[in-house]
C-alpha cells in the first residue's frame, strides 16, 4: 500500500492551557474522502487548524506527501498544497465573487492555469459565473459556501480540507454541495471532510473518524460506521 | 459613440496608469494643469505657502492610507513618524551637528528611518487586535514628541532645531520662497499618485485588502499577514519621513511641538472624509482638510478681523477661527459618518464601477480575470 498523502500522529494542541487533541492519529490516502465526526467542541476545527498550521502542536507530528508539516509557517502550507476552507465560509465581503476566487489562488504562481481553473470551478459552479461582479457578502448562504469552496479549488489543492460545507443550508443546497464534493473528489483530489450532517458525510466518505472531547474514540470504514450503533445514536439521532 | 470613446482604456500609458479610462484621463490631467499654474495665478506668497502645506497632509494621509485603509489597521499617533522624519533631516543638515548632507537623498534616508521605526513598532505590535493596536500607536505618539523634547541636550529641547538646510536644484536656492517646495510637493504627490494606484493593485495590495477584509480567511489563502502587515506598517511610515524632510526643510526649523497629537487626528480626519481605502478620496479628504487647515481658517480670522474692525466690534477683531479648528473637523466628521459613512468619494466611485460592470456583463468581467490572473508572478 502507498503511503498516505496526509498523516497525523499523536498530535496533541493547547490553547493555552487548556488542551484541545489528545494523541490524534489519522489518515487520508490517495482518492479517498474521510469523514470526521464528533459533537461541538469536540476538536475537529483544531484539528484541520493545526494541519494548516495555524495553531502548532505541542506534541506530535502532521506529515503530508512525506514532508513534516511541523513548524512550517500556514503561508508555506498552502503553497505545498494543503488547502483549508475554514469554518463559516469567510468570504471576502466588500469583493467580487471574481477578486474572491483570484485570491483563493494567491498561493500559486502558474498564471496560464490560474486562468484555466477559474473556467473549471465556474463550470462547478454556474451560479457564480453569473455573479462574478456581485460582491461577496451578498451572495446568499448557499452561494457563498459555493464560493468558499470554488475559491479553495483555485488554490489547486493536492488534499482538501472542509470544515462544515454544509453548514446553514437548507436540504437541497446540502444535497448540491455533497454532490460537488463526491465529484471534486473524483477529480482525484483527496478531501477531510467535517461535518454535522454525519449520515451524509458517511454516505459519501470511504472512511471516518469519530473524534470526542479532543481524542478519536472510533475509526474505520464508513459504512461499518453507518452500522455501528454508537454511532447511530450519538450523531445520526436514532436510538 | 463618444462615451465608448471615453470609456475605451488607454493601452500604451505606463505604471497602470492605462487601467483609467480616457474620460477620467483627461480630467486628470486638466486638473494636473491648473492646479501646475496656480502659483502663476496667484501671486500673494502666503497663499502659496498654505498650498504648499497641504502638500504634506497629502503625502501624511497617503501614508496612513496604507495602514489604516488598505490594511485596515487603526493605527493613532501617526505623528511620530512624521516627527521621526524631520528630526532625522535636521540631524543631518544643519548647524546643530555641523552635519550637512543634501536635500535630495535625504528625501530617502528620512523614508528609510521613519521605515525602521514602523518597524520597530510593528513588529511588537502587529499581533495585538484592533483597538489594542490603536492605543499602543497612540502612545507612541505621544512618547515621540515628548523623546525629542525632553532630549534637550542632542535635539534643543521644546526649541528644537533651527538653521536646517533647505534645498537645492541646479544652483536654484529653494530658501523661504513657498512657491519651488509648492512645485516640490506637487511632484512628489504625482510621483505618490503613481506609485499607489500600482501598489494598490499589485500582489501586496491585494493582500493588504484581504487581510482588511478577514484576516482569518487571509490566511487560509496563503497570505503571510505578519509580514504583510509589517510591510503595510513600514511603507506607510516611509510616506511620513519623506513628508517630514520637506516639511523641515521648508519651515528650516522643527520643534517637538509640530508633531502633536492634533496632527494625527488630522490626517485621519482627512482619510476618513476623503474615503479610507479609495486613492483620489484621500487625496480630496487631504485637499479639504489641508486648506481648512492653512487656507480658509486663517483667511477668515484675517476676514474677521478686518470685519470687526472696519465696524469696531471687539469681539470679531480679537476672534481666532483656528482654535475651532477641531470642533470644525468634529463636525465634519460626524456629517461624514452620518451621510456618507464611506467617505467623499468612494461610494460614488465604487457604484459607478459596478454599474459598468453590470452594463458589460460577464463577459468583460471574465476577460478582466483573464488579464489579472496573467499577472500573479
Ligand atoms: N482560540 C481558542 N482558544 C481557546 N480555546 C479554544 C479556541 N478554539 C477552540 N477552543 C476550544 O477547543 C475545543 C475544540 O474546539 P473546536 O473548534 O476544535 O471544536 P469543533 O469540534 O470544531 O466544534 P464545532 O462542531 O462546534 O465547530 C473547544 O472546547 C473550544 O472551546
Ligand atoms: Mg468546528
New interface residues.
Given amino acids: 500500500m502507498t503511503d498516505p498523502v496526509l498523516s497525523l500522529h499523536g498530535v496533541e494542541t493547547f490553547y493555552g492551557r487548556i488542551q484541545a487533541l489528545y494523541k490524534v492519529s489519522l489518515e487520508v490516502r490517495e482518492g479517498e474522502i474521510v469523514a470526521l465526526i464528533g459533537g461541538n467542541g469536540a476538536g475537529k476545527t483544531t484539528t484541520l487548524r493545526t494541519i494548516s498550521g495555524l495553531v502548532k502542536p505541542a506534541a506530535g507530528s502532521v506529515i503530508f506527501c512525506g514532508h513534516s508539516l511541523t513548524g512550517v509557517s500556514p503561508d508555506a502550507i498552502v503553497r505545498l498544497g494543503v488547502v483549508h476552507a475554514p469554518e463559516g465560509r469567510r468570504i471576502f465581503p466588500r469583493m467580487t465573487v471574481l477578486e474572491n476566487l483570484q485570491l483563493g489562488a494567491f498561493a500559486r504562481g502558474d498564471a496560464a492555469a490560474i486562468a484555466d481553473d477559474l473556467q473549471d470551478v465556474l463550470a462547478l459552479f454556474p451560479r457564480l459565473k453569473e455573479r462574478l461582479a456581485q460582491k461577496g457578502g451578498t451572495l446568499s448562504g448557499g452561494e457563498q459556501q459555493m464560493l468558499a469552496i470554488g475559491r479553495a479549488l483555485m488554490a489547486k489543492p493536492k488534499v482538501l480540507l472542509l470544515d462544515e460545507p454544509s453548514m446553514g443550508l437548507s436540504p437541497i443546497f446540502v444535497d448540491t454541495i455533497f454532490e460537488v464534493i463526491a465529484d471534486i473528489n473524483k477529480r482525484g483530489v483527496p478531501i477531510l471532510l467535517i461535518e454535522q450532517n454525519a449520515r451524509k458525510a458517511l454516505q459519501v466518505a470511504s472512511r471516518c473518524y469519530v473524534l470526542e472531547t479532543g481524542s478519536i474514540v472510533k475509526e474505520g470504514p464508513a459504512a461499518a460506521l453507518l452500522n455501528d450503533d454508537a454511532v447511530r445514536k450519538a450523531y445520526l439521532g436514532e436510538d | 459613440m463618444l462615451g465608448g470613446a471615453l470609456r475605451r482604456r488607454v493601452r500604451w500609458l505606463p505604471f497602470g496608469l492605462s487601467d483609467a479610462p480616457l474620460s477620467r484621463l483627461l480630467v486628470g490631467v486638466a486638473v494636473v494643469i491648473v492646479l501646475a499654474m496656480i502659483p502663476m495665478l496667484d501671486r500673494n506668497s502666503s497663499h502659496i505657502s498654505a498650498f504648499a502645506d497641504t502638500g504634506y497632509v497629502m503625502i501624511l494621509a497617503f501614508g496612513l492610507n496604507i495602514i489604516v485603509g488598505y490594511t485596515g489597521l487603526l493605527a493613532l499617533g501617526f505623528a511620530a513618524f512624521f516627527a521621526i522624519g524631520s528630526y532625522t533631516y535636521a540631524f543631518l543638515a544643519s548647524p546643530q551637528y555641523g552635519v550637512h548632507l543634501s536635500f535630495w537623498p535625504m528625501l530617502l534616508v528620512s523614508a528609510a528611518v521613519a521605515a525602521i521605526f514602523g518597524l520597530l513598532l510593528g513588529a511588537p505590535t502587529l499581533r495585538l487586535r484592533g483597538d489594542y493596536l490603536a492605543i499602543v500607536t497612540l502612545g507612541f505618539g505621544e512618547i515621540v514628541p515628548q523623546v525629542f523634547q525632553n532630549l534637550d541636550k542632542y535635539t534643543g529641547g521644546p526649541d528644537g532645531i533651527a538653521g536646517i538646510d533647505q534645498p537645492r536644484l541646479f544652483g536654484y536656492a529653494f530658501g523661504f520662497n513657498p512657491t519651488p517646495y509648492y512645485y516640490l510637493y506637487f511632484v512628489i504627490i504625482v510621483i505618490c499618485l503613481v506609485l499607489l494606484n500600482n501598489l494598490r493593485n499589485s ?1 501586496v495590495g ?2 493588504w ?2 487581510i482588511r ?2 484576516e ?9 499577514t505578519t509580514s504583510a502587515k509589517l510591510l503595510a506598517f513600514s511603507l506607510g511610515s516611509a510616506f511620513a519621513g519623506v513628508a517630514g524632510v520637506i516639511y523641515a526643510a521648508k519651515l528650516s526649523t522643527v520643534s517637538p511641538s509640530g508633531f502633536d497629537f492634533n496632527t494625527s487626528v488630522m490626517i485621519l480626519a482627512a482619510i476618513v472624509l476623503g474615503g479610507m481605502g479609495n486613492l483620489i478620496g484621500v487625496l480630496f479628504g487631504s485637499a479639504i482638510i489641508g486648506l481648512l487647515n492653512f487656507f480658509v481658517l486663517p483667511q477668515s480670522s484675517n476676514w474677521a478681523h478686518s470685519l470687526g474692525t472696519a465696524l469696531h466690534m471687539d469681539f470679531l477683531q480679537g476672534v481666532d477661527l483656528n482654535a475651532y479648528r477641531f470642533m470644525i473637523y468634529g463636525i465634519i466628521l460626524v456629517l461624514v459618518m452620518l451621510f456618507r459613512p464611506e467617505g467623499l468619494v468612494p461610494s460614488a466611485a465604487r457604484r459607478a464601477e ?1 454599474h459598468a ?2 452594463e458589460a456583463g ?1 463577459g468583460i ?2 476577460q ?3 488579464e ?6
Avoid: S, V
Avoid at chain 2, 216 to 224: F, K, Q
Fill in positions: 500582489r491585494r493582500t485588502m484581504a477584509e478577514d482569518l480567511a487571509a490566511e487560509h489563502m496563503g497570505i503571510n459596478l460592470e453590470q460577464a468581467a471574465l478582466e480575470q483573464a489579472f490572473g496573467a499577472d500573479i508572478p
